[in-house]
C-alpha cells in the first residue's frame, strides 16, 4: 500500500467507522459484566520460590489467574503441576519478542522471528488452556513509518490468522508507547480490517491516560476489548517528574477514573480478567496489589 493509498483509505475506513450505528459497536449490559477475574504477571512474584509455590502464594492472596512470557524458561511440566494443582488459570500469555522484533521492521527476517514467536506462543497457550497471546503489532520510529508500520505489521498478523484459527488462541492487540494506533477510531479500524474474529484488544488502562481518556476508548473498541490490563498513571507526575514517572503511582491513586472504566466496560458487554501490570514484589506487595483490584472492581 502506497502512502497516498493507505491515507485514503484511512480517511475512508474512519468515516466509515464513525458512520455505523452505536448498536453495532456497544452491546447491553448483561448480568455480570465487567472486571470479574484478577490475574498478574508471573514476572511480578518476586519472592525466592519454586514455581508450584508461587502458583500457591498468588491463589492464596485470591488472584484467580497467572499470565506467563513465551518465549519463558519455566519448566513446562511444573508449569501444569502448579495449575492444576491450585485451580490457578493460565488466562493468557505474552509474547516477549515483539519490541526487538518488531513486525514493523523492514527486515524480513526480524519479523519472522516475531511472527515465528507468535506461533510458539499460541501453541503454548492452547496448553496452557488459555485464550490470547498478547501482541505489540508495531513499532514506529524515525526510521520506520506510520504507514509502512501498517502495512507490514498487517500483512504479518494476517499469516499469523489461520494458527489462530487451527489452536483457538485469539491475538490480543496491546496499546502502549510505540507511536503506533494512538486513537480509539483508528484501533478499531485496524482490527475490523481483518474481518476475523480471533483477532482483538488487550486493553492498558494506564498507557492511554498519557494522551487519552480510558473509558472513551472502552466505549470504542466495545466488543473488540479481549483482555485488560490493571495499571494506573498520575498526569501530575508526568507534568512534574517526567513521563515515565507518571507510572510510579499505585493503583487507584492516579488518573485512571475506575469508576467511569468500570461503567463503559459494563456499557460493552465485557466481562472477565483484569491482569495487573505494576512493579511487583514480595507477598506483602502482591497483597496490596490484590486488595487495591478489589477497591478497583467496587467502584
Given amino acids: 500500500m502506497k502512502r497516498r493509498t493507505f491515507i485514503q483509505h484511512s480517511a475512508v475506513g474512519g468515516a466509515m467507522f464513525m458512520a455505523v450505528p452505536s448498536s453495532t459497536l456497544f452491546a447491553e449490559a448483561g448480568e455480570k ?4 477475574k484478577k490475574s498478574l504477571k508471573f514476572g511480578m512474584i518476586k519472592e525466592d520460590l ?11 492472596l485470591g488472584f484467580d489467574g497467572i499470565e506467563l512470557d513465551s518465549p519463558n ?21 505474552v509474547n516477549s519478542k515483539h519490541w526487538d522484533h518488531p513486525l514493523s521492521h523492514p527486515d524480513p527476517e526480524v519479523r519472522t522471528v516475531c511472527r515465528e514467536s507468535m506461533v510458539h506462543a499460541m501453541h503454548k497457550c492452547k496448553l496452557y488452556g488459555g485464550t490470547t497471546v498478547l501482541l505489540v503489532p508495531a513499532v514506529v520510529s524515525e526510521e520506520i513509518g506510520y504507514d509502512e508500520a501498517w502495512e507490514r505489521s498487517t500483512a504479518e498478523i494476517k499469516q499469523l490468522l489461520p494458527v489462530a484459527e487451527e489452536t483457538g488462541i485469539k491475538i490480543a492487540i496491546e496499546n502502549v508507547w510505540n507511536n503506533f494506533l494512538i486513537s480509539p477510531v483508528e484501533a478499531a479500524q ?35 476489548i479481549l483482555k485488560i490490563d490493571v495499571k494506573e498513571y498520575s498526569r501530575d507526575k508526568q507534568k512534574n517528574e517526567g513521563i515515565w514517572e507518571g507510572f510510579n503511582v499505585k493503583l487507584g491513586d492516579g488518573d485512571s477514573d475506575w469508576a467511569k472504566v468500570n461503567k463503559a466496560l459494563t456499557s460493552v458487554g465485557y466481562t472477565g480478567w483484569g491482569s495487573a501490570e505494576v512493579p511487583g514484589g514480595d507477598r506483602k506487595r502482591l497483597q496490596e496489589i490484590s486488595e487495591r483490584m478489589d477497591r478497583i472492581y467496587k467502584l
Fill in 73 to 93: 524458561d519455566l519448566v513446562e511440566k511444573e508449569i501444569l503441576a502448579a495449575r492444576d494443582h491450585t485451580g490457578l488459570e493460565i488466562p493468557g500469555v
Fill in 33 to 36: 459484566t465487567g472486571l470479574t
Fill in 50 to 60: 519454586s514455581v508450584m509455590d508461587k502458583f500457591k502464594l498468588i491463589k492464596d
Fill in 190 to 224: 485496524y482490527i475490523d480490517q481483518f474481518n476475523s474474529d480471533m483477532i482483538g484488544w488487550y486493553f492498558d488502562v494506564g498507557n492511554i491516560i498519557r494522551y487519552g481518556w480510558p473509558d472513551q476508548w472502552v466505549r470504542i473498541l466495545g466488543k473488540r
